[in-house]
């Protein structure tokens, strides 16, 4: 008989690392966060114009996307428990579809309403509920796509990995807006970008069943642990009382506020609320800053022009100062919202297009920061195998922003600039001085946990 090493038999080898995402899962990945991402901010930079084609209080334009904001709260954390059982590519699949249906039935129902088959009222009331289709389905693709990323990547390098994927959010808000005002075409008018969206998201979704392998649930809904390699082949160290992996902690049902995730969910609750605002804000603004209210169709270019700006400032932020300037979640989060509250300041007073498109894109610059900073703090505040619910809560809090954000801010600015500006400036303050001491420092957040 062969002779054993004794050490040999009381040694287990290290936890494995998890292994890097292959290229091109990762561009998939990129496309399906670009595809929406581009598809709802193309819909975005026209949809000021088509209330004032409809003669719709601009207040009431913010206000068709609560409810499909308040279905995403209630849903994306359900398809992020799902996607743990079910895997993370069926859920890509199913928030695609969402995706779809929502964007082709709000284009029709608005089209019915500008050519007169539908009075204004009636048309955007089934905007609405065609908007919920994306609320209630389109939630359950970014869940599973963070948690693809974040359940495959270390520690130390998921910051950079969720900001890449963040970052397609950034470029589809550049394209979106680029392309809208090439897609009012002369049959569909202003409801051009809904349906050539729709017809993209069904290609990204044949590629994406085509191309992204199907993925083995990582851990079963009762809760046990990864199968390897994420936890090191569910081979028990004889080190494991003195060192036990992260994966290896069995996970269990995460809310909201409880005491790990409180500092980021906060500063994500807060922050998100002010961006919200800015967002429901920037196309009525223009509208009226360049004299365009009574000549909406010309409103698109001016539109997209800024959210274009804005978007490559958000780029700006996600490819290039977080990954050159190595900053971790704490650093990106603090110094974001300092930069956000300044865009908005001079967001203001701007008064004409090109101050207006700079404000806008120095806001956005700071929320490009702010945004994949807060996510990444949520990822690494708990363990890999609770990562699908870590997903479900960020996409929960960002959701939770557009309930009625949006709404408030553009009924703030209705009555006074200040009203609706200072408010947003005062929630950016308030989200610097309880993130200063609330969140933790990114020397501790990112450290490996072994």
Not at 190 to 198: H, K, N, Q, V, W
Not at 410 to 424: A, E, K, M, R, T
Request: aromatic share 8%.
């Amino acid at each position: 008989m062969a002779d054993v090493d004794p050490k040999a038999a009381v040694t287990a080898p290290p936890p494995a690392r998890p292994k890097s995402i292959s290229r091109e899962r990762m561009v998939l990945l990129f496309a399906v966060m670009l595809t929406t991402a581009a598809g709802n901010t193309a819909m975005q930079s026209v949809m000021p114009s088509i209330g004032t084609a409809l003669s719709i209080d601009d207040v009431w334009i913010s206000l068709a996307y609560s409810w499909s904001a308040l279905l995403w709260v209630l849903c994306a954390p359900i398809w992020a428990e799902r996607s743990d059982r079910r895997g993370r590519k069926a859920m890509m699949a199913v928030g695609l579809i969402g995706f779809i249906a929502s964007m082709a039935l709000c284009g029709l129902a608005l089209w019915l309403g500008l050519i007169g088959i539908l009075g204004g009222t009636a048309a955007l009331i089934a905007f609405a509920i065609a908007r919920s289709l994306y609320g209630g389905f389109g939630s359950a693709a970014p869940p599973a796509v963070q948690a693809y990323v974040a359940s495959r990547t270390p520690r130390a390098e998921r910051t950079q990995a969720l900001s890449l994927i963040a970052s397609s959010f950034g470029l589809g808000t550049v394209i979106g807006p680029a392309l809208a005002p090439l897609m009012v075409l002369p049959f569909v008018g202003l409801t051009g970008p809904f349906i050539i969206f729709a017809l993209i998201g069904f290609a990204t979704l044949m590629a994406l069943r085509l191309r992204l392998p199907n993925d083995e649930p990582q851990f079963p809904a009762r809760g046990q642990t990864y199968d390897a390699p994420y936890a090191g082949g569910g081979t028990q160290s004889s080190h494991a009382e003195d060192d036990e992996d992260e994966e290896e902690v069995e996970p269990h049902k995460l809310r909201w506020f409880e005491p790990r995730l409180r500092p980021w969910v906060t500063v994500g609750l807060i922050g998100g609320h002010a961006q919200a605002m800015v967002l429901g804000i920037i196309g009525f603004l223009v509208l009226d800053r360049l004299g365009l209210r009574a000549t909406p169709a010309e409103g698109t270019g001016p539109v997209g022009l800024v959210l274009m700006c804005g978007a490559i400032a958000t780029l700006l932020a996600q490819w290039g100062l977080i990954p050159r300037l190595d900053l971790g979640p704490r650093a990106a989060t603090l110094s974001g919202i300092t930069i956000a509250a300044a865009g908005v300041a001079y967001l203001g007073v701007a008064d004409n297009l090109h101050a207006i498109a700079l404000a806008y894109a120095i806001a956005s610059l700071g929320f490009g920061l702010f945004r994949p900073g807060s996510t990444a703090g949520t990822s690494l505040a708990v363990t890999r195998a609770e990562q699908g619910q870590a997903s479900g809560i960020t996409a929960s809090v960002a959701g939770a922003s557009f309930i009625y954000a949006p709404a408030l801010g553009v009924w703030l600015y209705g009555h006074s600039d200040w009203l609706g500006f200072g408010l947003i400036v005062a929630l950016c303050a308030a989200v610097f001085i309880y993130g200063w001491g609330a969140l933790q420092r990114d020397s501790t957040l990112t450290r490996e946990r072994r």
